[in-house]
């Protein structure tokens, strides 16, 4: 699979356009947040981000010297939040790389690559979302248990149960980094929401791919 990239067609104020001529937010309302409500399983009271919090305070805590001009109290909240999605990015990508082992069907080798390149993909994602943090001055910490994202279950075997299993993994994971877009923005952080919004449109465009191979 080719890597995901995004095109953009800006005219004035008229929306961003994907490759297909729809406007990419009109497809993420539409279509990008179908799955978000079961791909998202393990947010409860006072149960991972606590724990991920109570374990990863001193080090979001321990800013590194930075230029960046932003009020402290903003600056730790926008780093709790790349935080949290690195966290979920390699969630991701870990299932994505459970899948390609685990799957066993006759499409097993054209799957197989394709999972290997989203997972390439998100890597990519949880680099640059690092590499932002610490320039903000950040401690990068990352606790599997914080995720937000469903489990996966290792009895699922065949291909398109592991293409529908992610797709919902990917509309959740669209849902939380576009939430995390609008705190970056409030926040005043023009960059990370910047970069955020890249983020977002490449996860739009696996999501996209994986509901195609569900209705061909």
Same mark, same amino acid.
């Given at each position: 699979m080719a890597p995901i990239a995004r095109t953009k067609q800006v005219a004035g104020n008229k929306p961003e356009i994907d490759d297909d001529g729809m406007p990419i937010d009109q497809w993420e309302n539409e279509g990008g947040r179908v799955h978000a409500q079961a791909g998202i399983g393990r947010v409860g009271v006072g149960s991972n981000l606590r724990t991920w919090g109570k374990r990863c305070d001193r080090a979001a805590g321990r800013t590194l010297g930075t230029s960046i001009v932003l009020p402290p109290e903003k600056q730790n909240r926008i780093i709790f939040l790349l935080n949290q999605l690195i966290t979920e990015t390699f969630d991701l990508c870990g299932q994505i790389k459970q899948a390609s082992w685990n799957v066993r069907d006759p499409q097993f080798q054209n799957l197989h690559e394709q999972f290997d390149d989203l997972a390439? %993909?998100?890597?990519?994602?949880?680099?640059?979302?690092?590499?932002?943090? #610490?320039?903000?001055?950040? #401690?990068?910490?990352? #606790?599997?248990?914080?995720?937000?994202? #469903?489990?996966s279950t290792p009895d699922v075997k065949g291909g398109m149960q592991h293409v529908a299993t992610l797709a919902m993994r990917f509309s959740a994971l669209v849902s939380t980094t576009r939430s995390a877009i609008d705190a970056s923005t409030e926040l005043g952080d023009a960059v990370s929401a910047d970069l955020?919004?890249?983020?977002?449109?490449? =996860?739009?465009?696996? =999501?996209?791919?994986?509901?195609?191979?569900? %209705?061909?």
């Open positions: 390439v %993909q998100l890597e990519k994602y949880s680099n640059l979302i690092a590499e932002r943090a #610490t320039v903000l001055g950040a #401690t990068v910490c990352i #606790t599997s248990e914080a995720s937000r994202l #469903t489990e955020l919004t890249e983020i977002s449109h490449g =996860l739009v465009k696996s =999501l996209r791919f994986l509901e195609a191979c569900l %209705q061909a």
